[in-house]
C-alpha cells in the first residue's frame, strides 16, 4: 500500500459533473444536498444535485449502516417459522461524508465486525458501501474533531478522500475499492503535482488551526476513573433526558430489539435505543442500576471518554458537534470536558 | 455466514410449576433440528435468549446441565412481556433460542478444589445446573468437597424440591437448606441465607465459591465469604442485567467497559472491585 501513498489525482471543479454521471451510470450514489432544513444525504438522480459547498449535514450517517429502524426478521405470528432478512443491498457510492462522520464508521466497524461474532446485517451494508469522504476546509464553530483524535483530512474508514483547492478536487484512492472506482476516472484526472498536495496539506493544516488545542481528552479520560467524583451531579444537572445526544451523534450505537404484529404479518426489528432513557436498563425485576440522569449521563460519558478507549483505544467522539448543536438545554461536551479537567 | 440473531426451534417437551406462588416455571426444551442440538455447546453459568415470535426475546440461565442429554431446562419467573406469554406456553407448542451466550462458571480453575455454592432464591438454576453437572459420575471426581447452601422465603419458594430432597441423601454433597420463614412441616435450618453460610463456616482453603441470589443477599454474604478467608479471586458472582442482542453489541448490558452478556454473566469479585459498582 505504501506506493499509493502520495498518489493522488486532480480534476477541474468543472468536471465533477461528468465524474458523477460516470458513477450514476454504474452504481447508486448518496450525496449531500441542500434541504430547508441544511445539506442532507440523498440519492443523486443527476449530477447538479450534488452540493459539496456545505459543513456537514444535519444528520450523522451511521444510518445506511444501522438504519433507525431495520427489519431483523419477518414473520407470522400464528406460525413459528421466521424468515431472517437477506435482502441484497445494491453497490452503493456515499460521496461527500465528513471525515469525522467517516471515523465514526471506522469505530462501529470494531463493535460489529471485529468484535466476535460479526453482525451479518451490518456486514452486509458496510460490504455494499464505497466511501468518498470530503476534507474540511471550514470547520464550524461546534467543531472539535482535532480534541479527540481525528483531523480535517482523517483517511480512516473512507475507501477515497478529496480535497476541494482552488478551482480543483484533489482526489485519493485508500483502499483496493477506491482505486477500483477512481481507475473509472483514468480519462478525466492527472497525477497530483507537488504543488497541488502543498495546497491540499496547506488548506488541512489551516482548518486544523481553526480547532487545534481546544482541550486535553486523555487527561479527561483519566478524571473520568473517578466514578463516584461529585463533578458528576454538577454536570448532569440540566439534562432533561432526551435523548436527543445519542439521535444525533455518528457513534452512538446502542440498539433495541422489539416485535411488532399487525394481523398475520410480524417483523422483528433492531431500533437505535438511548441510554438517556431510564427504560434502558430497567429489569423485569423493577431494580435499575441507573435511577437519574446523573447515572445516564456518566454512561453516556464513559462509553465514550473510557470504556471505548479501553476496549478499542479509541474515543468514540469524533468531535463533530452535534450534540452540541442540538441540545435543547444547550449542555456543551467541550465545556464539561475543559471544566473538569481544569478544575484541579 | 450464520446469523447470531437467528432463533433455533424448541419444542416445549415439560413443564413444572416450581413454587407456591405460581409464577416460577421450568421449561424443558428439546430442539426441533437434531443438528442444532449438538451446535448448542454449553456449560453451566452460560444462558440463552428465549423467544416467541411477535413477543420478543428474554435472557433466561440454562438451569440443565450438559450431562442430560436430549433436553434443556429453562426455569422462568413470570415478570415482563415475554416471560409471562412464556408461562402461558402449552406443552408442545414450539418456542426460538438463541445461544448458548455469555462465559461459564470457571471449572478449569474449580478442578481439584473444593467447591461452595451460596445461593438464594430464584437465582438457584445455573447453579442447579453446575451441581449436576459435578455430581455426574464423569466429572464428581474432578472436585473436592461440595457443599450447597441454599435458601427460600419459605419452603413453598424452593425450587427443585424433589432433587434437593435427592441430593440431600447424597454422601458426595453437603446440602444446607434452608428457608426465611419455617412452616410446621420444616425440619431443616431456618433463618437467612448468610447467616447459615456463617453458622456452617465452610473451609476456604482450596475452595471456590460460587453466589448467585438477590442483592441482598449478596451484599450479607460477601462480608461472611471474607472473613471466612476466601479471596476475592476465589469468589464467582453471576450477575443479571437487562439485556438484548446477548452477544455485546446492543450496548445495553455493561458494567463499567465490559459487558454482561458477552464477558459475563460470571465475574470473579477481582475482575468486579476493578469495575464501577453499577449493576
Not at chain 2, 455493561?254 to 452478556?261: K, L, S
Request: proline share 5%; charged share 25%; with cysteine.
Amino acid at each position: 500500500m505504501s506506493d499509493r501513498k502520495d498518489d493522488g489525482f486532480i480534476f477541474k471543479n468543472e468536471q465533477l459533473p461528468a465524474l458523477l454521471n460516470l458513477l450514476i451510470a454504474k452504481y447508486r450514489v448518496i450525496g449531500p444536498a441542500q434541504k430547508d432544513r441544511g445539506a442532507s444525504m440523498v440519492t443523486l438522480k443527476q449530477p447538479e444535485e450534488l452540493c459539496l459547498d456545505y459543513q456537514n449535514t444535519v444528520m450523522p450517517q451511521k444510518k445506511f449502516f444501522l438504519p433507525q429502524t431495520e427489519s431483523l426478521a419477518t414473520f407470522d405470528p400464528l406460525n413459528n417459522d421466521a424468515k431472517h432478512s437477506d435482502q441484497e443491498i445494491a453497490t452503493t457510492i456515499l460521496i461527500g461524508l465528513r471525515p469525522c462522520d467517516v471515523l465514526a464508521v471506522s469505530h462501529l466497524d470494531r463493535v460489529f465486525l471485529e468484535d466476535e461474532p460479526q453482525d451479518p446485517y451490518y456486514r452486509k451494508r458496510r460490504e455494499a458501501f464505497r466511501i468518498i469522504s470530503l476534507a474540511c476546509n471550514d470547520p464550524q464553530q461546534t467543531c472539535f474533531c482535532t480534541s479527540v483524535g481525528c483531523r480535517p483530512d482523517s483517511e480512516d474508514g473512507a475507501d477515497i478522500i478529496m480535497h476541494q483547492l482552488n478551482g480543483r478536487y484533489f482526489i485519493k484512492g485508500i483502499t483496493a475499492k477506491g482505486d477500483d472506482i477512481l481507475a473509472l476516472f483514468t480519462d478525466y484526472v492527472q497525477p497530483a503535482s507537488k504543488h497541488d498536495i502543498e495546497e491540499k496539506e496547506h488548506l488541512a493544516e489551516e482548518s486544523y488551526k481553526k480547532m487545534k488545542g481546544s482541550f486535553d481528552t486523555d487527561k479527561f479520560m483519566e478524571k473520568t476513573d473517578d466514578f463516584q467524583a461529585s463533578w458528576w451531579k454538577n454536570i448532569s444537572q440540566k439534562c432533561l433526558g432526551c435523548g436527543i445526544c445519542t439521535y444525533f451523534c455518528p457513534t452512538c450505537h446502542c440498539f433495541d430489539i422489539t416485535d411488532e404484529v399487525c394481523m398475520h404479518y410480524g417483523r422483528r426489528i433492531r431500533t437505535w435505543d438511548s441510554c438517556m432513557y431510564p427504560s434502558f436498563t430497567l429489569h423485569a425485576s423493577g431494580h435499575n442500576p441507573r435511577t437519574s440522569h446523573k447515572e445516564r449521563m456518566r454512561q453516556r460519558i464513559m462509553h465514550k471518554f473510557n470504556y471505548s478507549f479501553k476496549n478499542y483505544q479509541k474515543y468514540f467522539c469524533v468531535g463533530c458537534g452535534r450534540c452540541v448543536l442540538h441540545c435543547p438545554v444547550n449542555l456543551d461536551i467541550r465545556q464539561i470536558i475543559r471544566q473538569v479537567t481544569e478544575e484541579s | 455466514m450464520s446469523n447470531p440473531y437467528e432463533p433455533m426451534l424448541a419444542r416445549i417437551c415439560n413443564i413444572d410449576i416450581e413454587n407456591d406462588a405460581r409464577d416460577i416455571r421450568s421449561f424443558k426444551l428439546a430442539f426441533c433440528n437434531k443438528n442444532d442440538e449438538a451446535k448448542f455447546s454449553f456449560l453451566p453459568g452460560q444462558f440463552a435468549e428465549l423467544s416467541i415470535l411477535g413477543f420478543g426475546e428474554c435472557p433466561i440461565g440454562i438451569a440443565s446441565s450438559p450431562t442430560e442429554k436430549g433436553h434443556l431446562l429453562f426455569t422462568v419467573k413470570r415478570a415482563g412481556v415475554v416471560t409471562t406469554r412464556l408461562h402461558q406456553s402449552a406443552l408442545d407448542e414450539k418456542i426460538g433460542i438463541r445461544g448458548p451466550l455469555g462465559n461459564t462458571y470457571p471449572f478449569e480453575k474449580m478442578n481439584g478444589n473444593n467447591i461452595l455454592i451460596v445461593s438464594g432464591g430464584f437465582a438457584f438454576t445455573t447453579l442447579r445446573a453446575t451441581i449436576k453437572y459435578m455430581i455426574d459420575p464423569a466429572n464428581r471426581s474432578k472436585y473436592r468437597d461440595i457443599t450447597v447452601i441454599y435458601g427460600a422465603r419459605n419452603p413453598g419458594e424452593l425450587l427443585y424440591k424433589s432433587e434437593l430432597w435427592d441430593w440431600e441423601k447424597r454422601d458426595d454433597l453437603a446440602m444446607h437448606v434452608t428457608v426465611d420463614k419455617a412452616d410446621k412441616s420444616w425440619s431443616r435450618y431456618e433463618g437467612f441465607v448468610p447467616a447459615v453460610l456463617k453458622e456452617i463456616a465452610p473451609n476456604s482453603r482450596q475452595t471456590i465459591a460460587l453466589v448467585c441470589g438477590p442483592p441482598i443477599m449478596i451484599k450479607f454474604t460477601l462480608p461472611i465469604l471474607i472473613d471466612l478467608g476466601f479471596s476475592e479471586e476465589s469468589t464467582y458472582l453471576s450477575l443479571e442485567m437487562r439485556m438484548k442482542c446477548g452477544i455485546g453489541k446492543c450496548g445495553r448490558c455493561n458494567i463499567g467497559h465490559r459487558y454482561v452478556c458477552r464477558d459475563g454473566p460470571v465475574f470473579s469479585c477481582a475482575e468486579l472491585q476493578r469495575l464501577p459498582q453499577e449493576y
